[in-house]
C-alpha cells in the first residue's frame, strides 16, 4: 500500500498527464502529445471520430485542427482512483473551437468526459485506455472581440519559452 505522499504524488503525476494532453492538441505539439501514451494505448473517442491506437488520436486531432482557427481545450472535476500501479479517472472536458463556415465565423463548443484507465510501468503512468463520453454540444455563429491576439498553436506559442522547454 502506497504512503499518503505516495498517493499524492501519483494523482499528481496524473493530473499532469491529463493537462499535457490539453496543452498538446490546442498547441498542436505531436511529440507531447504521445508522451502521455502508453505505446499499446487505445483511445475510444466514438465511430464517429476515432477509435485505435491511443498515440493515433493525438495524430488525427493534430491534424484536424489545423482546419481550425483556434481551440481551447479545459479540465475540471477529476476523480482519480489509485490500484497499486493501476489507476482510474474521470475528467470533465470543456473544449471550444472556433471554424469559418461558408465565409461566417464559428463558435462550436464540446463538453463531455474522459473515463481514463493508467498504469505505471517502468515508474511513469501512461494512458492505457480512454473512452470519452459526449455530454452536449452547439456549434453557432459569433461575433469576435478582437482580443485574440499573441497566440501560436506550435512551440512558437508564448507559453514555450514561459515553461522553458519543460515539455
Known amino acids: ?22 496543452r498538446a492538441v490546442d498547441r498542436e505539439d505531436v511529440e507531447l502529445g504521445h508522451s502521455i501514451w502508453h505505446d499499446d494505448g487505445y483511445a475510444d ?15 488525427k486531432t493534430c491534424n484536424d485542427s489545423r482546419q481550425l ?8 472535476n477529476m476523480l482519480i482512483e489509485l ?24 463558435h462550436m463548443a464540446v463538453w463531455g468526459r474522459y473515463l481514463d ?11 492505457v485506455h480512454r473512452q470519452v463520453i459526449f455530454d452536449h454540444d452547439e456549434i453557432r455563429p459569433v461575433t469576435p472581440m ?8 506550435d512551440k512558437s506559442d508564448p507559453s514555450y519559452s514561459v515553461l522553458k522547454g519543460q515539455y
Open 1 to 22: 500500500m502506497a504512503s499518503d505522499g505516495e498517493a499524492l504524488a501519483d494523482k499528481e503525476a496524473i493530473r499532469d498527464l491529463i493537462y499535457t494532453y490539453c
Open 45 to 59: 473517442y466514438g465511430a464517429d471520430f476515432y477509435q485505435g491506437p491511443g498515440k493515433g488520436v493525438i495524430d
Open 69 to 76: 482557427l483556434s481551440q481551447a481545450h479545459q479540465v475540471t
Open 83 to 106: 490500484d497499486g500501479d493501476r489507476a482510474g479517472s474521470e475528467t470533465y472536458i470543456g473544449s471550444t473551437y472556433r471554424l469559418e463556415q461558408e465565409g461566417v465565423l464559428m
Open 117 to 127: 484507465h493508467w498504469e505505471k510501468r517502468g515508474g511513469r503512468w501512461g494512458l
Open 146 to 153: 478582437g482580443r485574440a491576439t499573441r497566440r501560436a498553436r
